[in-house]
């Protein structure tokens, strides 16, 4: 699979999962303990941080390695 649609399926998986969960991007954040902007950012192909990553996969029912699992070139959220 080519690294792009990785990335892709991996940002269309945090929204879906986010939708599911009834929580707004400002919801998220706030239980992420991030800004809004943080998680608009993540849901755009931004890395998140290991500790955001780790916080937001738990809170979606995700593991938090898919977040880094792309060899493709991201730049990385610094929470």
Known sequence: MHNKNVAS???ELIKEKRAALNLTQKQLADL???DR?????IENGIRP???SAKKIAQILG??????????EE???ETA
Request: glycine content about 4%; overall charge negative.
């Open 37 to 41: 902007t943080t998680i608009s950012k």
């Open 9 to 11: 399926e991996v940002r």
């Open 49 to 51: 941080s290991v500790n």
């Open 74 to 76: 991201h730049q990385t």
């Open 62 to 71: 995700l593991d938090w390695t898919i977040f880094f699992d792309s060899d």
């Open 32 to 34: 992420v303990g991030v």
